[in-house]
């Protein structure tokens, strides 16, 4: 009952009102029946009778579900002085929507990728097993008859799958594409636990090496290729005849829309037939999945494999001696090292947050300041101090929660336009997953309820009945403990605004350092076609895939644009690149397990003259290696350290794991180049001809006379000349792979740089309200010293020192803060220390600057004060 009495409070309002006027009028009556006059009779009976608003919120409290009715009456109260000080509002909205926006958009990129499980079935139960090389490097890739050993020895999973990436040609409607697929064994789907939207999934007989070729749909290709007919289950789809499938397969089964295997995109899923007699000859291509039984540890799981690492290493010395394995969770993988910097950047949010609270606290110290008078008469009047704080407090919650429902739609907003404007291959995982949902929603409604009570409990507690007599008596002028908060927070700020400005200047300096690095070869001009080729899979395999890339280089290269044309397996800066092991063939055999060699890459002739790649010495390919032709190999300037050190390695020969050529001569070495990335050191590299050791996997490179998106056409029409059933996996000039490679760098820099600009603008911004609102509140002190005589400059220089003492505490506390904090950016840094010298100078000479300008208004205007009219005033 207790709420439709809360409903009805109206008419008791009514009610009580009534009846304390009833009680008014009766006494006044009493006393002018005895001969009182009717004005002082009223006068008098009001002054026995006491104070009535104190005497109405009392009864009230008496009624009960009286807090609801309080929050309506601070809330209206709230919303009217809010709009009455439309520039204080509009500062502090500003600010809380800046610092809850950014903090809430981070936050769910953060939730998305860091504290939201994975999308399979009991994710924390799904491993990722790797090789571990003679010197503690967990390998890339697997080799396949390990693959096998631990799949058939283990004790410690339910199941494990290999996967290997692979572009699939396609054939549709007379027309080759190249969808990115993943070969898979037979339990890969069964350890996610995902069923296919229609039909079923890969089985293991479906892996059984000369079984039939069979696929599984990704929900986009099935979508974008087959116009979602269901149709498709059990028709063929043509795949070319390709050299890595047969030349059709049967569509089984159409994944859901969404499924993907974390930081492996693909179209078509495709079962990984291996063949057990090559098995223990074969490279390592493959990575593995498993799942965990049920009650198992992870540290049972890892000794486990490194057990049967052991048994496998006694077993092929050749092939694993002194390798071992290991073993991690899926979502680690997943995530990589981008918790690092996602948590740096979520970290620079709460401080543009901090900021902005730590300025709205002292605009609310200051308007607490301004209306102390106001608050005085109130406690002087009754008010109890809980009820001025139960008031202050809900025009801060109030406040917050506006600024936190701006942030909000800040973030909604502005999450999806940046992930709009990234490339889909940008290098975030879980890219897709990232959205503003509920538990955002959630985190930014008790974000501003905190920031609320935050920047609110400074003003309510400044509301204090042992001050009232000081409060009547100052009327405009401040309290020192005021004053002290004041300065406190904006030195807090200050300090905060070093600590963020100091990382995002550490964070551009390593930027522009890395943007400075010369890649080794030259990217303008230069275009590129990647692709798997498309050849019969027969006897002649090596010869078809050699006719083929030189028939498709011909034709580009009589194109009148084209400069030169050549090809590599793998291209720098693609995210990729092979290795193997070679030696010197005039030295004896290193042991196994010394692991000697480096990168691979197979190139065609004129590869170093179409990239603009350097000769150290001797010559690069030319059309005469070919096969039949003595085997010929190229180093880069690394492989020549560490293998010909002090030595020209012109003329000698390499023992090289890579078949069909284990014996090649080295004819030249060619400049270094950055295939890995920008920020990593050139490894040892060895170059083999494609005419000699053919490679499925090509990517031609043209450089090309002008414009190279102008000859695109030309040159996809001279390889379909030269292949009509050869699809394109991809197209891009080598200016969009090296920008590429430095699209995540630069976009966390980006947003460094706007916190850090963000919260020196708000310190900034500080510093000059708090100096403003201090010149104000000492108008009188400044006009006496005028009229005593004082100069203005020295008016100019107390306000001065005064504000820039107050920035100088704040840069030193950031300063210390810095170097406390910044270490953990080391991770992200490209040669640049933690603790680099010129940034922390270029820092501090920026905020000293800033800080100045931010006093220097204030300060003039302090000279400006006319003494006369202050005294007349007084």
């Not at 400075?516 to 230069?526: S, T």
């Not at 001065?800 to 840069?811: D, F, M, T």
């Amino acid at each position: 009952m207790g709420i439709f009495r809360w409903l009805s409070r109206s008419r008791e309002n009514d009610e009580l009102d009534e009846e304390l006027r009833f009680h008014l009028r009766t006494e006044a009556q009493l006393r002018i029946d005895r001969g009182e006059q009717p004005d002082a009779a009223r006068r008098s009976a009001c002054r026995d009778f006491g104070n009535l608003t104190l005497t109405q919120e009392v009864t009230r409290e008496m009624w009960g579900w009286t807090a609801i009715t309080r929050i309506a009456q601070d809330v209206r109260f709230a919303v009217r002085m809010l709009r009455k000080s439309p520039a204080f509002t509009a500062l502090a909205l500003g600010a809380l929507a800046l610092g809850i926006g950014a903090t809430t958009a981070i936050f769910s990129v953060v939730d998305s990728i860091l504290l939201k499980p994975l999308p399979f079935a009991d994710p924390a139960r799904l491993l990722m097993v790797w090789e571990v090389t003679p010197s503690g490097q967990r390998n890339a890739s697997v080799q396949t008859q390990n693959f096998l050993d631990w799949r058939q020895r283990n004790r410690s999973f339910e199941a494990i799958a290999a996967m290997m990436t692979i572009p699939a040609n396609l054939v549709a409607d007379g027309e080759a594409v190249q969808v990115p697929s993943l070969r898979v064994s037979g339990d890969f789907f069964r350890i996610l636990g995902v069923a296919p939207l229609l039909g079923r999934d890969i089985e293991p007989e479906d892996e059984r090496f000369g079984a039939d070729c069979v696929a599984v749909l990704g929900h986009g290709l099935w979508q974008r290729q087959f116009g979602s007919r269901p149709a498709i289950l059990g028709q063929s789809i043509n795949l070319g005849g390709g050299s890595l499938a047969g030349s059709s397969c049967r569509v089984i089964g159409i994944m859901p829309p969404g499924f993907e295997f974390p930081n492996q995109h693909a179209d078509l899923y495709m079962p990984l037939q291996i063949d057990p007699a090559a098995a223990p000859r074969d490279g390592r291509n493959f990575q593995v999945v498993a799942r965990l039984r049920p009650n198992t540890p992870l540290g049972a799981a890892l000794a486990d494999m490194r057990s049967i690492a052991a048994q496998t290493a006694r077993e092929r010395p050749s092939m694993n001696a002194e390798w071992s394995a290991t073993v991690d969770s899926l979502f680690e993988e997943t995530v990589g090292d981008s918790r690092t910097i996602l948590l740096v950047l979520l970290g620079a949010a709460g401080f543009v947050l901090l900021i902005a609270c730590a300025n709205v606290a002292n605009l609310l110290l200051m308007r607490a300041s301004a209306r102390s008078r106001e608050m005085s008469v109130r406690i002087a009047l009754g008010a109890r101090r809980w009820r001025l704080l139960h008031q202050l407090t809900v025009e801060s919650l109030l406040l917050a929660v506006a600024g936190g429902t701006l942030g909000f739609l800040m973030a909604w907003w502005g999450v999806p336009a940046i992930l709009h404007v990234l490339p889909e291959d940008f290098p975030l995982p879980r890219l897709q997953e990232i959205a503003v949902n509920r538990v955002v929603l959630g985190f930014a409604l008790a974000i501003s309820l905190v920031c609320g009570l935050f920047f609110g409990i400074f003003p309510a507690l400044a509301a204090d009945r042992a001050r009232v007599a000081e409060g009547l008596q100052q009327g405009r002028h401040g309290s020192l403990s005021r004053r002290t908060w004041r300065n406190l927070l904006v030195a807090v700020e200050l300090a905060v605004a070093v600590l963020l400005v100091i990382g995002a200047g550490l964070m551009l300096r390593s930027f522009i350092l890395l943007n400075q690095v010369d890649p080794g070869f030259r990217a303008e001009r230069l275009i590129t076609f990647r692709m798997l080729l498309s050849t019969p899979l027969d006897q002649h395999w090596q010869e078809h895939r050699a006719a083929r890339v030189e028939q498709m280089l011909e034709g580009i290269r009589s194109l009148p644009m084209v400069s030169s044309a050549s090809s590599i397996h793998l291209l720098p800066l693609s995210g990729s690149q092979s290795g193997s092991s070679y030696y010197r063939a005039d030295r004896p055999a290193p042991s196994a397990s010394a692991n000697t060699g480096g990168d691979v890459s197979v190139i065609s002739d004129g590869y170093f003259h179409t990239m603009g790649i350097a000769m150290i010495a001797g010559r690069e390919f030319e059309p005469r290696d070919r096969r039949g032709s003595p085997p010929v190999a190229v180093l880069n300037q690394a492989a020549a350290r560490v293998l010909f050190p002090g030595e020209n390695p012109i003329g000698h020969r390499l023992q090289a794991d890579w078949y069909p050529n284990p014996l090649v001569e080295i004819v030249g070495v060619a400049a270094d180049v950055h295939h890995h990335g920008l920020e990593l050191t050139p490894k040892p590299c060895l170059f083999l001809a494609q005419a000699q050791a053919p490679s499925a996997r090509v990517s031609i490179v043209v450089r090309t006379s002008s414009d190279p998106a102008a000859a695109i056409a030309a040159i996809r029409e001279q390889i379909h000349r030269a292949a009509p059933d050869q699809g394109i996996q991809d197209i891009a000039t080598m200016e969009q792979l090296v920008s590429s490679s430095l699209a995540r760098p630069k976009l966390q820099v980006t947003l460094m740089t706007i916190f850090g600009a963000v919260a020196l603008a708000l310190a900034c911004l500080g510093v000059f309200a708090v100096l403003s609102y201090s010149i104000e509140q000492r108008t009188r002190e400044i006009g006496i010293r005028l009229a005593l005589g004082a100069a203005p400059v020295s008016i100019l220089r107390l306000v001065l020192r005064e504000g820039l003492s107050l920035a100088a505490a704040g840069i030193v506390a950031g300063l210390l803060a810095a170097l406390l904090l910044t270490r953990y950016l080391s991770s992200l840094l490209y040669t640049v220390r933690p603790a680099d010298p010129l940034v922390y100078a270029g820092v501090v000479l920026l905020l000293g600057l800033s800080a100045a300008a931010g006093c220097y208004v204030p300060a003039r205007r302090a000279t400006r004060v006319d003494p006369t009219v202050v005294l007349r005033d007084e």
